[in-house]
């Protein structure tokens, strides 16, 4: 069992039990770009769900919403390096956003889709899983900045 399926089982994610109707390669049609590695391991084994990892409430968005969910929040339009994956159950999206050809996970506020915004919160998907349930806080970066 690796760090991802170890961390999702502790907080009950749901895995996935019927198969997608939205296939990896249509999103990756979508956005123009590969998904990361461990990224597609997740939306494969699991299902959309939300629920704490760690300290913070975390929505993650099932396979079959992404699409749906990009456009009708108008990410790709604004932020078109940027794919959304959930939220955080306030006011603020997380996303896969695509840098200098190598990909982090950011928060970034809904209303104003602007990538000044984003805050790293992973240099990958696991890395953002792992950073959770270490107990980190969505707003570690700017904290310790002031």
Known sequence: MDNLEQILTKYNWPQRTESALTTIEEIEDFIKSKLPHDYVSFLR????SEG???????????????????KTYCIPDNLPQTLGIGG???????AIE?????YRIVLSPFIDLDEQYHIEIGTSFIDFILRLDNGENWFNEILQTK
Request: aromatic share 18%; no cysteine; proline share 0%.
């Open 98 to 102: 695509l840098v200098n050809n190598k």
């Open 52 to 70: 704490f990892i760690g300290q913070e409430y975390v929505v993650l968005w099932n396979i079959d919403e992404l699409i749906e969910f990009n």
């Open 88 to 94: 955080n159950g306030a006011s603020e999206f997380i």
């Open 45 to 48: 084994k699991y299902m959309g």
